[in-house]
């Protein structure tokens, strides 16, 4: 396949990877000019109508969705036999990968992923799709720190009772309870599924394993998935909690779709940063943070005690507790949270690795906004857009940075960009009556380029400023407000016109 000219238009350049399904390639788009991932459907399912159908369907699916955490997909088609789809090339790695080299993720890192994936699932259910094969290796990694959701190819209409076929579809790891008993998927499917996921980024495996894949498919429709912190001492209780919440064996229990799980992990991100502002100084050069609430867990996996079904209410009632304290402690405190997690972000809750590395803040002014959000979200920054001012530089780039460039920043912080709206307008001066000279001055005062003057006789005395016109000669009266650097020239008396000497001239200007 590789150098084979798909459709008259698609040079087809490298593998890069090989699915159940299909076999994705990196492309050239000759008419477009620009490098595309081509998804072209083994030949040996081509024949298959339900094959067939899946994979149209996935062009339609993710078509639908317009989303920066969701893959886009360009074109679809046939080519002598072979079906293809043409979606956005992203370079980079899956989350699968990220798993694979570092084995588990820090709590921030975590819900910096988790974050991503359910703001492209929320676009998804919004739009009443299901994704049905949430799985890291569906997760991709940009290198330019953005984070997508691909492979829609088992997307169906999100209904109340989803029937999957004949053939129970989709990754047997991240398969939910009632995908296994009964084949019906709904958004609280994937809300499963990212649970599944949540709890492997944290411990760095599945929490079921068997040689079979039936052995597997048992445990998810008859175990309740173990607390993370079983395996991972150091993962907070609110991450226990959610993790939890969103593994639920009865669907009933767990977030109705990804927009409850976003909410609540909003929610989450700010305790955690609450929590970890509170912390007292030790004799020693380290600090002790105090617990917000008494340990609730078993120091150990033979201590704790088996799941039941009866924990997910109780799971939910603390997620429930906990926000409802935060929220009670009014807005001032809420809003001093953001602060400090702003100022602080990345550099708490590093769990048996120290108190985390830091960054210095790039000089990002004169660059446009998204070069300079690009660049600072390589570094590992969070990028908000601050009011935009008046300056010197073009509108639309980047004057300065608060925090200002070069403060030593943990990972995660957030960094707001201060926007140029242009050079601030200035006000044409009124020169009507006066001196040439004086009006000369007041036109440099106000920053405006005096051109040439023009002559023009009046019933002014000569010498006298009558007005200011423009390059094309029309008026510009007093207090416009206008750009500074305008070309402007004086309108100046010559006297009274020579024909009219000694008689009763109207007086111009």
Known sequence: MVGRLLDGRYQIRARIARGGMATVYLATDLRLERRVAVKIMHAHLADDAAFRDRFIQ????????AHPNVVNVFDQGQDL?????????????????????YGRLTPEQTMDILEAVLAGLVAA????????????ENVLLADDGRIKLGDFGLARAATSSTASGQALLGTIAYLSPELVTRGIADTRSDVYAVGIMMYEMLTGEQPFKGEQPVQIAYQHANDSVPAPSLKNPGIPALLDDLTLWATARDPEDRPRDARAMLDQLFETQHLMHENATRVLPTTTQRTAVLPAA?????ATAETAPVARRGQATDVIERLRSATAKAHRRGAWAFGAVLVAGAM???TGWYYGGGPGSTTALPAVSGMTQDRAAAALARQGF????????????????????DPAPGAVLSPGATVSLVLSKGR???????????????ATALVREAHLVLGAPVEKSSSRAAGTALRLVDARGATVAAGTAVPPGTAVRL?????????????TGVAAG
Do not use: C
């Not at 996935?58 to 078509?63: C, G, N, P």
């Open 58 to 65: 996935e062009a339609r699916s993710a078509a639908r969705l």
């Open 81 to 101: 036999g072979t079906a293809y789809l043409v979606m956005e090339y992203l370079q980079g790695i899956t989350l699968r990968d990220l798993l694979g080299e």
């Open 125 to 136: 259910h919004k739009a009443g799709i299901i994704h049905r094969d949430l799985k890291p």
């Open 294 to 298: 008494p340990a609730r867990r078993a």
């Open 344 to 346: 602080a972000a990345g």
């Open 382 to 401: 969070r990028v908000r857009t601050a009011a935009a001012v008046w300056s010197a530089s073009d509108a639309g780039t980047v004057t300065t940075t």
């Open 424 to 438: 601030q307008p200035v006000a044409v001066p009124a020169v009507k009556g006066r001196t040439s000279a004086a």
């Open 491 to 503: 309108v100046v008396s010559t006297g009274p016109a020579l024909a009219e000497a000694g008689t």
